[in-house]
């Protein structure tokens, strides 16, 4: 009993790592009476990304007054943690002095990301604001292609010749200046005399290994390089898969540049996740609660466009039917559930494609057994749903007739949905197209429009 209420009081709260209304409330309170050391004593215990999600969350009057009551206590690391659409805003609240300063904390792939996004002016003073030496490491990033490795390595990082010893790599590293070594870093990068990657050292292999042991002999089992150009996509895919911590860069040459760390590269597994959502929901893959309300509907519009086609389609079938509607009331009492559960079965399909394809699980070798799987599963729920809407049409309406009419559109329609939403992304996959972009408009366009024909075409040859 002791160890249950242990494990009870020192279990996680329900709303565990949300901001404190209690917080947030002080806070404003402390920047509407212009207080600032009361603001710093309240926000000093904060990370980074718990600012941020505070700076997100705020109006922009108080925003802007907060960053300025803030001032130089305004850290890097809150820039890289908050999100695109509001960067640039906060940039441009902030003191010249105090950006310089922010800026310079951040590692260099930090700063490409938050330069990356912002306009030139922007961009220039954050250049100018850096070393010589970190400006140009910086500029050479961004002539790399947008959402590749390029962009997402980092400059700074340790390596050491093949070589050299443990006690070798453990002096130089001692000796290394503070500013010069990675602030986080996982692996000494061994290189040949052409600065080619050839292995890995972990930190734990080094710190209990004897001075006189060669390097070359602890090196990794598992290393792999990153060309500079690859897809950050499909880095952050290598990641996950083969379960790096980090793995050096490389040019077109072969020779290292950068590394990029497992942090960066789950980031961008994120952001992956986040766009397939909110293109598979039609609102814009880079949608925020900060957006304004005009960028919001510019991004939100073409997509209700595109239904509204759709939905016109799937009239023009109803159209068709008009003489046995008009006939047969029940007919539009029950045609819109025919159509809804195949709209729902085809986005359950199309989900699972969409997500497989993204991380690679659904290849040539196994598509017709996925296919396969989706129609049966179609075809199973069809025929239960079948008997219950065969049962509701009897019951409701006292047609049998009509009872076997829904039957068999929900069969036909729960089958078309799952070979619709699984084969659907698969083809705009195979052709280039983004499957979580555009399926869903083509998904619900067959869904509805085999649901209708099915139901009102049946209705005419049994009950007509």
Not at 72 to 86: A, C, H, K, T, V
Not at 154 to 174: C, K, N, T
Not at 376 to 399: D, E, H, K, R
Not at 439 to 464: C, N
């Amino acid at each position: 009993m002791a160890e249950t209420a242990e494990v009870t009081e020192n279990a996680v709260p329900e709303k565990a790592y949300s901001l404190d209304p209690k917080t947030i409330a002080a806070i404003l309170y402390a920047v509407d009476i212009e207080d600032r050391e009361q603001l710093i004593a309240l926000m000093e215990p904060m990370h980074a990304a718990d600012i941020a999600d505070l700076l997100e969350q705020v109006n922009t009057f108080d925003r802007s007054r907060l960053i300025r009551l803030y001032g130089r206590e305004f850290d890097g690391e809150i820039l890289s943690e908050l999100e695109e659409s509001l960067r640039e805003d906060v940039i441009s609240v902030l003191h010249p002095e105090v950006l310089a300063e922010a800026v310079r904390e951040l590692d260099s792939d930090d700063v490409v990301d938050i330069v990356e996004d912002l306009d030139a002016e922007q961009q220039t003073a954050i250049l100018d604001v850096l070393e010589d030496a970190d400006r140009v490491a910086v500029q050479q990033a961004l002539s790399y292609p947008e959402f590749s490795a390029g962009r997402l390595m980092q400059r700074e990082l340790v390596m050491s010749p093949e070589h050299w010893s443990v006690g070798e790599a453990i002096d130089h590293l001692r000796a290394m200046p503070e500013a010069d070594l990675p602030e986080q870093f996982y692996h000494i990068t061994l290189v040949d005399p052409r600065l080619h990657p050839v292995g890995n050292v972990t930190l734990g292999k080094l710190m209990r290994s004897r001075r006189d042991v060669p390097l070359s002999s602890i090196k990794e089992d598992l290393f792999r390089v990153i060309p500079v150009d690859q897809a950050e996509s499909d880095v952050a895919y290598a990641f996950n898969q083969y379960h790096l911590i980090s793995a050096p860069v490389v040019d077109a040459d072969g020779r290292l540049v950068g590394v990029i760390t497992i942090d960066d590269a789950m980031a961008v597994l994120d952001e992956e996740h986040e766009e397939d959502i909110l293109r598979l929901a039609g609102v814009g893959e880079e949608s925020s609660l900060a957006d304004r309300v005009v960028d919001t509907t510019k991004r939100r519009f073409p997509w209700l466009a595109v239904n509204l086609v759709t939905s016109i389609l799937a009239s023009m079938v109803i159209a068709q039917f008009d003489v046995a509607i008009a006939q047969i009331v029940a007919l539009a009492v029950l045609m819109p559930i025919v159509a809804s559960m195949g709209g729902n079965a085809g986005t359950q399909s199309l989900t699972v494609a969409v997500r497989a394809l993204a991380t690679k699980d659904l290849t040539g070798s196994n598509v017709w057994r996925v296919i396969r799987r989706e129609v049966l599963v179609g075809l199973i729920n069809g025929c239960i749903f079948a008997v219950l809407m065969g049962i509701v049409g009897l019951v409701w309406f006292g047609s049998p007739a009509l009872g076997y009419v829904i039957a068999a559109a929900m069969v036909i329609n729960l089958v078309v949905a799952g070979l619709a939403g699984t084969g659907i992304p698969i083809v705009l996959d195979r052709l280039g197209v983004d499957p979580a972009l555009a399926s869903g408009a083509f998904v619900t366009t067959v869904t509805d429009v085999v649901g209708f024909f099915a139901f009102l075409g049946l209705a005419v040859l049994v009950l007509l």
